[in-house]
């Protein structure tokens, strides 16, 4: 193993089918259970995070903690993974190592180019990127420039899960939240209108695979908790020209508002699985949900765009639940109620 990094600790999970080049390595882990037990149904999963206590790695075959994302060791430790275990694709959960592994050509991952990853990861480089590709963003300004309208949201350019962003009524209380948030933001014009999220699927050639629009019902922390699959024809095809336009390869998650005024606006991309994972799940046809796509792309299949294949009208509702690990942190199979959380009825 590289120097700098942990020793691989085995973990085994459920059974799952293995080819050669077909396993799937995903980093950031973190709490994101779903998505890495998804991933674990199909093929050889490695779940790589810092943390031992990130529940999600124990829903893997194998976990291992890698180097700081900063750590020049970082790549080389998982090009070792990826040669050991016939890595096939490279898929990261959180937004902090995208454009690294993009900068990575020795791994197999599934990312946008590096512009992109490194445009869509600073929320004002990202609005000026979809108006240059034709793409519908909110009006959107730096402090010192004057809104072209108000009320505004005073956002941070980088971060995530919602926060430190404010609504503003006018200038007065705009320049006083430029102020009060202590990192770089931007002032965009506030939508009013219902928003969702569009889950699509890009191939290694960036042809969108499938675009699955959603409601966001209810979200906590910047993560929705609450939403339903819709087919709605006009945020289908702006998932696709999304996609397309920005040459994404791998899962990305596209937020818009539908504004009273303006009308569709993205305010959003983030090139990822969203925070509702479970929402495209349940969409998606058998054979055909993204872990599955991702698996077969992993071993070499070419997929047939299938843009509008879903089933639409299924509302998720997200709760949560907990693991239990021993003093060598090792999972004790103990569970709060016997054989796991009671089946829904």
């Not at 937004?95 to 599934?110: K, S």
């Not at 019902?217 to 289908?236: C, H, M, N, T, Y």
């Not at 305010?267 to 046809?285: H, I, K, L, Q, S």
Request: charged content about 25%; hydrophobic content about 40%.
């Amino acid at each position: 193993m590289s120097e700098g990094g942990a020793r691989l600790r085995s973990h085994v999970a459920p059974p799952a089918p293995v080819s050669a080049g077909g396993a799937v390595l995903l980093t950031g882990v973190g709490k994101r259970y779903d998505i890495v037990a998804a991933f674990a149904q199909h093929t050889l999963t490695i779940a790589a995070d810092p943390s031992p206590l990130a529940p999600a790695q124990y829903a893997a075959h194998v976990r291992v903690a890698p180097p700081r994302i900063d750590d020049p060791a970082y790549v080389p430790f998982l090009a070792e993974l990826v040669a050991e275990h016939g890595v096939g694709a490279v898929i990261p959960l959180t937004d902090l190592d995208i454009e690294v592994l993009a900068r990575a050509p020795q791994l197999p991952a599934l990312v946008p180019d590096p512009e992109v990853c490194r445009a869509t990861f600073d929320k004002f480089s990202c609005h000026e990127l979809l108006l240059d590709r034709g793409l519908p963003s909110p009006p959107t300004v730096l402090p010192g420039s004057e809104p072209d309208a108000y009320p505004v949201m005073v956002k941070p350019r980088r971060g995530s899960g919602a926060r430190s962003i404010h609504p503003a009524a006018d200038r007065e209380q705009a320049e006083f939240f430029v102020r009060y948030v202590k990192e770089p933001v931007m002032v965009q014009r506030l939508l009013r209108g219902p928003e969702f999220s569009i889950d699509v699927l890009g191939d290694r050639d960036g042809r969108c695979l499938n675009a699955i629009p959603r409601t966001m019902l209810e979200s906590r922390g910047g993560e929705s908790i609450k939403g339903q699959v819709i087919a709605d024809p006009e945020l289908i095809e702006l998932g696709r020209r999304t996609a397309e336009a920005l040459g994404v390869q791998g899962p990305c998650t596209v937020q818009a508002f539908r504004d009273r005024e303006i009308g569709l606006g993205i305010t959003d991309v983030n090139a990822r699985f969203g925070g509702a994972f479970p929402a495209p799940m349940y969409a998606a046809r058998p054979g055909r949900t993204y872990p599955e796509l991702i698996v077969r792309m992993a071993r070499g299949e070419r997929i047939e765009p299938h843009v509008g294949d879903f089933a639409a009208g299924h509302t998720f509702t997200r709760y949560y639940w907990q693991l239990e690990l021993d003093e060598e942190l090792r999972p004790t199979g103990r569970d709060l109620v016997p054989d796991g959380p009671p089946v829904p009825r």
